[in-house]
């Protein structure tokens, strides 16, 4: 992603998780995200130091049992009902779909035909996005405030992307990989205007024995002591 808080169909504006150990997980990430000399993260609310939301940390409620523990990202779509119907058309199935008092969809969150859980939402609004959210903090070693990339490793690349593509309605980039002498296709969805904002890998070469799940990669300030305290707790 080229910058934070992107408004547009396929780009990935935040991701979240509810977990059943909410206090242990909320210290967990607030220690291990805020290191270096700019924290992207600021401790009490994980929220990074522009001031907006990017991830979030809610409790294993019973609203949300049924959820996965997985990272959850949001990605924006044109019309949240029409991309929840072609996942059920391609395989995938519906956990939660909120509607208003209109019944107008609001979002969703869906899983793939490989059960990797994801939300859908309406294009967010460009006034919505608070002034400077694209901006950076000078001498930083990452731009601040962002998922800096999302992938998903799964059996079968090519299907998956394809069930993206035509759910979220973005385009994508074939990338050429080998493996062994062997070549194959992974592939990045790329949001409106060009930008790959998240990878579909094949389960072969690095990625063997990676879980069917999107993975958030986040920038930290110190990458040695963000290992350091993931050990200690």
């Known amino acids: 992603m080229s910058r934070p808080f ?37 401790e009490d609310d994980l929220m990074n ?20 523990l997985q990272w959850m990202p949001h990605i924006q779509v044109a019309d949240v009902a029409s991309s929840v119907q072609r996942a059920l058309d391609l395989g995938g199935s519906v956990l939660m779909h909120a509607k208003g ?29 608070a002034s400077g959210a694209g901006a950076a903090v000078p001498g930083a070693a990452a731009p601040v405030g962002r998922i800096a990339w999302l992938d998903l490793t799964v059996p079968d690349a090519a299907a998956t992307q394809d069930f993206y593509r035509r759910v979220v309605e973005c385009s994508v980039q074939r990338v050429d990989m080998e493996d062994g002498g062997a070549r194959y296709a992974e592939y990045n969805l790329l949001g409106e ?21 999107w993975m958030i990669y986040l920038p930290v300030g110190d990458l040695a002591d963000s290992l350091r305290r993931v050990q200690e707790e």
């Open 6 to 42: 992107v408004p547009g169909v396929g780009a990935v504006f935040s991701a979240d998780i509810a977990v059943p150990q909410h206090a242990r997980e909320v210290r967990f990430y607030s220690r291990v995200l805020s290191t270096g000399e700019h924290p992207l993260w600021r």
């Open 49 to 68: 130091n522009l001031g907006m939301p990017i991830i979030g940390l809610g409790a294993r409620s019973a609203d949300y049992a049924h959820l996965p």
């Open 101 to 129: 008092d209109d019944g107008q969809s609001q979002w969703a969150v869906l899983l793939d035909p490989n059960a990797a859980a994801f939300g859908i939402i309406p294009v967010v609004p460009a006034e919505a996005i």
């Open 193 to 213: 205007a060009g930008n790959p904002a998240a990878g579909v890998c094949q389960a072969r070469g690095a990625n063997v024995g990676l879980p069917p799940v």
